[in-house]
T-cell receptor, first 111, second 116 residues
Framework: GESVGLHLPTLSVQEGDNSIINCAYS??????FIWYKQESGKGPQFIIDIRSNMDKRQGQRVTVLLNKTVKHLSLQIAATQPGDSAVYFCAENVPSEKLVFGKGTKLTVNP | DAGVIQSPRHEVTEMGQEVTLRCKPI?????LFWYRQTMMRGLELLIY????????DSGMPEDRFSAKMPNASFSTLKIQPSEPRDSAVYFCASSLGLAGAKNIQYFGAGTRLSVL
């Protein structure tokens, strides 16, 4: 029979454009959030984190925005490069509990 | 630190054989996690340890799977007997703790398991 795989949300952008990857988290008690990047053939790698007492945090070419009202997290990548092509996971943390990972979004950067 | 080290990187075995995956966490990390990743189910947490003690093994698929952590620098995930549906990439990760930035998990490169 036909196999049904996990349908990852996908985002395709042109090199040089800005990318926005969204994540809806589930637990209103979560107070800490992390974005991971997973390149093909590698393990997930930490990119940036944000605490719930913040709305925005910036890193190098990346910005994370947190909207607690609607339990939404986004990762913005400026001037997207081919090396940014990967699957991006958000993860949420309730104090003293393990991280809970989202399903992931696949980003493809077209040259 | 070299990061989380997993071995082997690739494992091909036949159905019914025993498979042992190995992990060396980052020194000083108190938590160790085993994950399985497939196209069908994504990233699944199998089990995690705190100070070498298993805390939550609710993600372990069935009795064929077992995990141990005999000391702070070594853990194994064993599948016996292996089945084709166990084919996946298995990741080990470690973290300092479960609070805030201590909860950042650092992942190994994974073991790609193929059961024929």
């Amino acid at each position: 029979g036909e196999s049904v795989g996990l349908h990852l949300p996908t985002l395709s952008v042109q090199e040089g454009d800005n990318s926005i990857i969204n994540c809806a988290y589930s637990n209103s008690a979560s107070d800490y959030f992390i974005w991971y990047k997973q390149e093909s053939g590698k393990g997930p790698q930490f990119i940036i984190d944000i605490r719930s007492n913040m709305d925005k945090r910036q890193g190098q070419r990346v910005t994370v925005l947190l909207n607690k009202t609607v339990k939404h997290l986004s990762l913005q990548i400026a001037a997207t490069q081919p090396g940014d092509s990967a699957v991006y996971f958000c993860a949420e943390n309730v104090p003293s509990e393990k991280l809970v990972f989202g399903k992931g979004t696949k980003l493809t950067v077209n040259p | 630190d070299a990061g989380v080290i997993q071995s082997p990187r690739h494992e091909v075995t036949e159905m019914g054989q025993e498979v042992t995956l190995r992990c060396k966490p980052i020194s000083g990390h108190d938590y160790l996690f085993w994950y399985r990743q497939t196209m069908m189910r994504g990233l699944e947490l199998l089990i995690y340890f705190n100070n070498n003690v298993p805390i939550d093994d609710s993600g372990m698929p069935e009795d064929r799977f077992s995990a141990k952590m005999p000391n702070a620098s070594f853990s194994t995930l064993k599948i016996q007997p292996s089945e084709p549906r166990d084919s996946a990439v298995y990741f080990c990760a470690s973290s300092l703790g479960l609070a805030g930035a201590k909860n950042i998990q650092y992942f190994g490169a994974g073991t790609r398991l193929s059961v024929l």
